[in-house]
C-alpha cells in the first residue's frame, strides 16, 4: 500500500513549552504506526530541533518544516533555505499552502522552485493544492487544480516526482468547519492521480500518496481517508488537540 501520512500543521501557534508539550502527549499516546504509515509534524522554524530530538528514534514519525525559501541562500532577510532546513535534519517541508499563496503572494513558478531546492536536499515537499471557493462554486475546480500541478510539478522527472507528497485543500474548507463531502475528496483525489498518471505514468500516479486537508477532525477523519485516493490528512486546528490528532493518526488506514 502505498504511504498514509496524518500531517499536522501548527500554523503560526504555539510557545516553545506549548509546542514541547503538545508533541510530548502525542508521541506519548499509543500511537502504533504500521511500515505504511507516518505521523508529520509541520511546526514553526524555531522548535524543528527541539522536536527532532523529542522524536528521537520513534518509527515513522517525522519533523516537518512549514515553508522554505524558493532560492538556496543570500541576500533575503528574514527567510529560511531548505539547506538549512536539511542541516537541521528535517526530511519535509509543506510547499504551497494557500495561506502562502495568499498572502505571501507566492506564484506556481515560486513553487516549482522550492520544490527543486527541497528536491536537491533531499527533503519531502507536501505540494498544496486546492480551489478558493467561487471556483468550486462554478465547477471547475479540476481545470484550476491541474493548472496548479502543471505549472509547479511538471518539469520534474518521473524520479523526482516520486518523492512528493501531494495534499489537496480547498481553500473553502481550511479553518471554516466545511469539510469537503467523502465524495467530493474522493472524485478530486482521483482526478489529481489521473493527471499525474498521464504525465509520469501509472506506477507514479499509484505510488502519490494525495492527503487531504480542510477541517479534518477526530469525528471525520476515518470516513475521509476510508476513501480509496485520500491516503491521509493535513490538519491545522484539530493537530493543536493531542487527542484529536492521536485519533486522526489512528484513522489511516491499516
Ligand atoms: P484546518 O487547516 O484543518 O484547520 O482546516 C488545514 C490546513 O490549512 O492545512
Given at each position: 500500500m502505498r504511504k498514509q501520512i496524518a500531517a499536522a500543521n501548527w500554523k503560526m501557534n504555539c510557545t516553545y513549552h506549548?509546542?514541547?508539550?503538545?508533541?510530548?502527549?502525542?508521541?506519548?499516546?499509543?500511537?502504533?504506526?504500521?511500515?505504511?504509515q507516518a505521523a508529520v509534524f509541520a511546526i514553526p522554524f524555531p522548535y524543528l530541533i527541539m522536536a527532532n530530538s523529542l522524536i528521537g528514534s520513534q518509527t515513522n514519525c517525522f519533523v516537518?518544516?512549514?515553508?522554505?525559501?524558493?532560492?538556496?541562500?543570500?541576500?533575503?532577510?528574514?527567510?529560511?533555505?531548505?539547506?538549512m532546513i536539511r542541516s537541521v535534519s528535517v526530511r519535509h517541508c509543506i510547499v504551497g499552502h494557500s495561506e502562502r499563496r495568499e498572502y505571501f503572494?507566492?506564484?506556481?513558478?515560486?513553487?516549482?522552485?522550492?520544490l527543486d531546492l527541497c528536491l536537491k536536499y533531499e527533503i519531502t515537499p507536501i505540494f498544496c493544492c486546492g480551489e478558493p471557493l467561487p471556483v468550486r462554486e462554478e465547477g471547475t475546480q479540476n481545470a484550476y487544480v491541474e493548472k496548479q500541478l502543471r505549472e509547479s510539478l511538471f518539469h520534474?522527472?518521473?524520479?523526482?516526482?516520486?518523492?512528493?507528497?501531494?495534499?489537496?485543500?480547498?481553500?473553502?474548507?481550511?479553518?471554516?468547519?466545511?469539510?469537503?463531502?467523502?465524495?467530493?475528496?474522493?472524485?478530486?483525489?482521483?482526478?489529481?492521480?489521473?493527471?499525474i498518471a498521464e504525465k509520469f505514468g501509472e506506477e507514479a500516479a499509484q505510488n502519490l500518496s494525495i492527503l487531504y486537508g480542510g477541517s479534518v477532525k477526530a469525528g471525520n477523519a476515518a470516513d475521509l481517508f476510508g476513501s480509496p485516493d485520500?491516503?491521509?490528512?493535513?490538519v491545522g486546528g484539530a493537530s493543536l488537540v493531542a487527542a484529536d490528532f492521536v485519533q486522526i493518526i489512528n484513522a489511516l488506514k491499516s
Amino acid at each position: 500500500m502505498r504511504k498514509q501520512i496524518a500531517a499536522a500543521n501548527w500554523k503560526m501557534n504555539c510557545t516553545y513549552h506549548q509546542a514541547e508539550s503538545l508533541l510530548n502527549d502525542v508521541l506519548q499516546s499509543k500511537i502504533s504506526l504500521k511500515p505504511h504509515q507516518a505521523a508529520v509534524f509541520a511546526i514553526p522554524f524555531p522548535y524543528l530541533i527541539m522536536a527532532n530530538s523529542l522524536i528521537g528514534s520513534q518509527t515513522n514519525c517525522f519533523v516537518s518544516a512549514q515553508n522554505c525559501h524558493h532560492k538556496p541562500s543570500g541576500a533575503y532577510t528574514g527567510e529560511v533555505s531548505a539547506e538549512m532546513i536539511r542541516s537541521v535534519s528535517v526530511r519535509h517541508c509543506i510547499v504551497g499552502h494557500s495561506e502562502r499563496r495568499e498572502y505571501f503572494n507566492e506564484t506556481n513558478q515560486q513553487l516549482a522552485e522550492k520544490l527543486d531546492l527541497c528536491l536537491k536536499y533531499e527533503i519531502t515537499p507536501i505540494f498544496c493544492c486546492g480551489e478558493p471557493l467561487p471556483v468550486r462554486e462554478e465547477g471547475t475546480q479540476n481545470a484550476y487544480v491541474e493548472k496548479q500541478l502543471r505549472e509547479s510539478l511538471f518539469h520534474l522527472s518521473a524520479e523526482a516526482m516520486g518523492r512528493v507528497v501531494i495534499a489537496y485543500e480547498p481553500i473553502w474548507a481550511i479553518g471554516t468547519g466545511k469539510t469537503a463531502t467523502t465524495e467530493q475528496a474522493q472524485e478530486i483525489h482521483a482526478f489529481i492521480r489521473s493527471v499525474i498518471a498521464e504525465k509520469f505514468g501509472e506506477e507514479a500516479a499509484q505510488n502519490l500518496s494525495i492527503l487531504y486537508g480542510g477541517s479534518v477532525k477526530a469525528g471525520n477523519a476515518a470516513d475521509l481517508f476510508g476513501s480509496p485516493d485520500v491516503d491521509g490528512g493535513l490538519v491545522g486546528g484539530a493537530s493543536l488537540v493531542a487527542a484529536d490528532f492521536v485519533q486522526i493518526i489512528n484513522a489511516l488506514k491499516s
